[in-house]
């Protein structure tokens, strides 16, 4: 009887995935394709559509590294106030996929939209992964150049 249940904890032991939490500092940078609507005075409505050509996280092995894809989403603006939401489908260099929901909360005087952002769902390496963080996203408004600063973390299994 010792035995089975010895047995019976090592497979339980063996088939439990093995959790690693990252640091997900970084920036990404991309293209944004955005529509900027003006609604009123001082009342905006913003059409996001932004493509991310690099990730670069600020711990090289972070698995977010070099990640590429779209978000989009909409947010609307009033003074400093920011409520919108969206989504980003992420590919890695092998093949996974990551999507990513975002939350924007304010724009601060600079014009940077600030809010949250969370791990929705996965394929391979994110397939259970968890996590989310901060975000401030800069689009410059001229030529279209995005720079999202992100804050958090994230754990796979």
């Not at 939490?21 to 990404?28: E, I, L, R, T």
């Not at 092998?94 to 394929?123: C, F, H, Q």
Request: with cysteine; aromatic share 8%.
């Amino acid at each position: 009887m010792m035995r089975l249940a010895i047995a019976a904890f090592a497979v339980a032991a063996a088939t439990q995935g093995h959790a690693e939490a990252f640091n997900s500092d970084g920036v990404a940078s991309g293209q944004s394709t955005s529509e900027l609507i003006e609604f009123g005075p001082d009342h905006k409505v913003l059409n996001s559509r932004i493509t991310y050509t690099k990730f670069e996280m600020a711990n090289k092995s972070h698995p977010m590294n070099q990640l590429s894809g779209r978000c989009f989403g909409t947010v609307e603006l009033r003074g400093g106030a920011a409520d919108g939401n969206g989504v980003c489908v992420l590919d890695g260099l092998e093949g996974d996929r990551v999507l990513m929901g975002w939350v924007a909360r304010r724009m601060n005087p600079k014009g940077e939209i600030i809010g949250y952002w969370t791990v929705n769902s996965g394929t391979g390496l994110y397939l259970q992964a968890s996590g989310g963080g901060t975000f401030t996203s800069n689009v410059n408004q001229a030529n279209g150049t995005a720079v999202n600063t992100l804050r958090g973390a994230v754990t796979l299994r």
